[in-house]
């Protein structure tokens, strides 16, 4: 069935150090995969999206790149703060109205 | 703006209690959706609703019940609640599908079944 694999569970990063999550997906027609940011308490928010179409796609520090052949999409975060501590989630698109998430990585920003 | 709100926000119940978490949104978004989230988990889709009257089921529907007279509520019913539905509950709303656009998700309510 649909699925989405989600890497590392846990990341620990200096201050002002970059972080890489990466996540795989199951289904070769897949066109959309959004990245979304969860603070304490709070509910997820979307921070950057990418469509089949396009291989990277940045905002200021968030980058998402996408490789359509290894079925896998990658959220890049440069000089990060601590601000950025938070879990994020990747997901994908499978059709039907659907959205499939991955299991989420837990940020930590190390002043 | 009120956006996307969902009531109560701490609930503690019983085994084979009914309960109900409430989801209202006042951007008249024409999808709304229920999450549950799960350490290990990640966020799994219970129910959807396309529309008002429309509503279909997601990965993990077994033991919810759901409807959607007004566009602008989608509540949640745990008809007989039972441990294993402990989790922290998310409802959200989009204005396309959401597989095109962005969801908009609600804080959340966290249900505890003692």
């Known amino acids: 069935g649909e699925n989405v694999e989600q890497h590392p569970s846990t990341l620990s990063v200096q201050e002002g150090d970059s972080a890489v999550i990466k996540c795989t997906y199951s289904?070769?027609?897949?066109?959309?995969f959004p990245w979304y940011k969860q603070e304490l308490g709070k509910g997820p928010q979307l921070i950057i999206d990418?469509?089949?179409?396009?291989g990277e796609k940045k905002d200021q520090r968030i980058a998402v790149t996408l490789n359509k052949t290894a079925k896998h999409f990658s959220l890049h975060i440069t000089e990060t703060q601590p601000e950025d501590s938070a879990v994020y989630f990747c997901?994908?698109?499978?059709?039907?109205?659907?959205?499939?998430f991955g299991t989420g990585t837990r940020l930590t920003i190390i002043p | 703006d009120a956006g996307i709100t969902q009531s109560p926000r701490y609930k503690i119940t019983e085994t084979g209690r009914q309960v109900t978490l409430m989801c209202h949104q006042t951007?008249?978004?024409?999808?709304m959706f229920w999450y549950r989230q799960d350490l290990g988990h990640g966020l799994r889709l219970i129910y959807y609703?396309?529309?008002?009257?429309?509503?279909d089921k997601g990965e993990v529907p077994d033991g919810y019940v759901v409807s959607r007279s007004k566009t602008e509520n989608f509540p949640l019913t745990l008809e007989s609640a039972t441990r294993s539905q402990t989790s922290v509950y998310f409802c959200?709303?989009?204005?396309?599908?959401?597989?095109?656009?962005?969801?908009?998700f609600g804080e959340g309510s966290r249900l505890t079944v003692l």
């Open positions: 959200a709303s989009s204005v396309e599908g959401p597989d095109t656009g962005e969801l908009f």
């Open positions: 289904d070769s027609a897949s066109n959309y």
């Open positions: 990418i469509r089949s179409n396009v």
């Open positions: 997901a994908a698109s499978f059709g039907n109205e659907k959205l499939t």
């Open positions: 951007w008249s978004h024409s999808y």
């Open positions: 609703s396309a529309a008002a009257d429309i509503t």
